[in-house]
């Protein structure tokens, strides 16, 4: 299987690549703003294509070509301003899905933020509000496809090291999770198709994430 | 018919309330932020609702319940940041569009702007490009919708006095329009169903309005 990292360059992103290309049956391909973002990656083996989120969808499409999986892990960040967020955050998103159907991908792993409902739009503050609505739109739209979807909220993120157990269901208690935790969520999604057409929120706990994510267990 | 204008106390609100008060067959509810702003519509005998875009979605629809038809043509303006072209261009737009739904309304008319396709969204520079994805989304959501919608896209608005002559059509060149000319091609819009399921551009021209929105003549 070969999955195309959108936001490699991230830190969900680097440490999905890694464990990508430790794994026996997937292989990554890096989707990065900048050349020099590549070395890292090449170090890894991993495939790199140089696509800024702000390009024509034709662009993210070429970069989409013989992959089976689209995993969108990009962000606009915190530095940069609500201009971002609407041409990041939402339509880049949008357009990497759109991306994604175009080359003929069936299945889309999407990294969302922890409450996109209508109800975190209202609940949130007014500095935040604007990431929790362009998150929402980008959710919607994928659910509104025929992609095999599956959307992961994450809870805080943090860089403590992963302990490979999380707490994950549709609504849990907002915590913290680790960074490389919900890498490993991501991949454990890509090994479980189980997790196609659902969207649940993942924050650290005490269950081996292969099991968190299966819903029958 | 019963027309709730939202964005009433914006340019095109006030003259499209005037005519709305002026007409036979209708009568306007203004939707406003501030409770002061509401003389100007109880002198034109219109009803106000104070309702604030970024409120529950569940206050707007108060506000929409026994209308026949919304008209969206509140904005953020140029003097806000881009926060506010999320909440509110965006965000407000589509939960008038639900609030529609839920109050049992089927007409709506949206004043969208003059391009909002995805090519203009990538031909528009980084100051304006916001803008047009928060309206291109606004737009796709309200297609997706079973209301009975017409999508009006502006050129560029000014304060020139209406002439009553326009040039509509789903493409024309891009140049100028009076706003009293957009109101009145919203009123012609609100009174003719062929302009349902359409969308059209509408600049200065040469044809009486009633004629240029009618796609049969």
Chains 1, 2 share one sequence.
Do not use: C
Request: hydrophobic share 40%.
């Amino acid at each position: 299987m070969k999955v195309l990292v959108v936001g490699a360059n991230g830190q969900i992103g680097k440490h999905l690549v890694r464990f990508i290309q430790g794994s026996d049956s997937m292989e990554a391909r890096a989707m990065i703003r900048k050349q020099e973002q590549a070395s890292f990656f090449e170090g890894l083996g991993a495939e790199t294509a140089v696509v800024d989120l702000e390009d024509d969808v034709d662009v993210i499409e070429k970069a989409a070509e013989g992959v089976d999986t689209v995993v969108f892990t990009a962000g606009s960040g915190g530095n940069t301003g609500k201009d971002k967020t609407l041409m990041i955050d939402l339509d880049g998103a949008v357009k990497t899905i759109e991306a994604a159907k175009t080359a003929g991908v069936k299945r889309f792993v999407m990294i969302s933020s922890f409450d996109t409902t209508r109800r975190a739009i209202q609940e949130a503050n007014e500095n935040f509000s604007p990431y929790v609505v362009a998150k929402h739109y980008a959710d919607e739209w994928l659910k509104a496809t025929d992609l095999d979807y599956t959307i992961i909220h994450p809870g805080l993120l943090t860089n403590d090291e992963g302990t490979g157990m999380v707490n994950a269901a549709p609504e849990v208690n907002r915590d913290e999770v680790p960074r490389e935790d919900i890498a490993r969520t991501i991949l454990a999604s890509l090994e479980n198709d189980k997790s196609i057409g659902k969207e649940f929120q993942v924050v650290k706990g005490a269950t081996a994430i292969k099991d968190a994510i299966d819903p029958m267990k």
